[in-house]
Nanobody, 124 residues
Framework: QLQLVESGGSLVQPGGSVRLSCAAS????????VAWFRQAPGKEREGVSC??????STQYADSVTGRFTISRDNEKVYLEMNRLKPEDETVYYC???????????????????WGEGTQVTVSS
């Protein structure tokens, strides 16, 4: 069973940056679709940054385009978050999908494995 563990969540000032990481123990991530989602209390889970299995196709939520960047290496998935806003404050989850998802998609139904989340707080 694949287990994902997120890290890097912290308190950051508006306009600041933070880098989230997601580790998959004993599992190579470089051939699978990966993504970052977030979910604020009382709201639906939102896909913010999604990467297809070949690494060449991405999808970003409109609200984060130009500010967030998803990347991965063999063992981890990363989310670089810049120019953070108060509305970015919430819990962030990483997810892993199939190696056959070539196009980056932020449909949560395409992802079978989920981490438990890491909190990002944006406040001065």
């Amino acid at each position: 069973q694949l287990q994902l563990v997120e890290s890097g969540g912290s308190l950051v000032q508006p306009g600041g940056s933070v880098r989230l990481s997601c580790a998959a123990s004993g599992f190579r991530l470089d051939a699978y679709a990966v993504a970052w989602f977030r979910q604020a209390p009382g709201k639906e889970r939102e896909g913010v940054s999604c990467l297809g299995s070949t690494g060449s196709s991405t999808q970003y939520a409109d609200s984060v385009t130009g500010r967030f960047t998803i990347s991965r290496d063999n063992e981890k998935v990363y989310l670089e978050m810049n120019r953070l806003k108060p509305e970015d404050e919430t819990v962030y989850y990483c997810a892993v999908g199939s190696k056959y998802i070539v196009e980056g998609t932020c449909d949560p139904q395409e992802y079978a494995y989920w981490g438990e989340g890491t909190q990002v707080t944006v406040s001065s």
